[in-house]
């Protein structure tokens, strides 16, 4: 990596968004954090192409990513895209000490974020403006929070029961978790997004509300107030939700621990976006409709002289 990359990726901050996110972890794990993290920065940049191009090279990568985790298909190792080797041996260190359902699990919640990069891409390429429900519903498979939380286990070396996870209540509490992070990321976003003339849920809530921009972004903050408000709720209810099902004292502190993590990624995210130069305005001013994303291979690439 030459200066000028190693520049844009240390700018991007995403050693800090690891340590917020993942405060505990330590050695080896904390290795894998920053690892992970910086990968969805790469990944998620590669979408981000000039207007009027299309990013074929990150669908490319977006289906070798899904065979892989799918099935385990790398059908030319030695000649893939460095993101498709780097996700690879990340995976590998990820599902390390994990049960075989964790490991189903949380293939399904990767292809499911995998695909939902695909749906994003193929409805910026429509150009049709979506409803705040329809970008919000996208938003919770490529925020990648679900697969992040699945780290959280894997980082606390612990397991929510297979059966458990599946429920109502849980469910119930991701969700709560990932709209208070998407919306965090969107406002502290706008400005960005503005400059590149990219989609955001308060342009959403500008068109639905017919509203300006300063009323749309206090109703985003409202409504991610409203979902931490649902998450902590839920969480209080934990104990009840364990007695009903009979859990043991050690199964019911592992979903305290899970609530834990959402809580901190959700704090973490919104200390991580008011530090990181990433959505500063010196970076919104630079950025316009005509570039790649930050951290995209265009911009990482050595100068040639």
Known sequence: MGHTAARRYLFSAVADLAAYSYPDAAGEDLDLAFDTMGWFFLFDDLFDVPEGCEADEAVDVCRQLIALVGDGTRPHPDSEPPLVTAFADIW???????????RQRAAHNWVDYLVGNLTEEIDRRTWVPQDFATRMRIGHRTLGLVPSLDLAERLGHFEIP??????????????AAVDAVKLINEIM????????GDPNLVHCLMRQRDCSRQEAIPMAVALVQSAVARLHE???????FSSRLGLTGTQSEKLHRYATAMLTW???SYDWSRSNGRYSPHTANALSPDESGQLHPTNLAPVSR
């Open 189 to 196: 976003s706008l400005e960005n997004d503005d400059a590149r």
């Open 234 to 240: 839920q969480a209080r209810m934990i104990p009840l």
């Open 162 to 175: 297979p059966l458990v996870w599946h429920s109502s209540h849980l469910d119930s509490m991701r969700r």
């Open 92 to 102: 590998r260190r990820t599902r390390a000490g994990m049960s075989e359902e964790w």
């Open 266 to 268: 959700i704090r973490g």
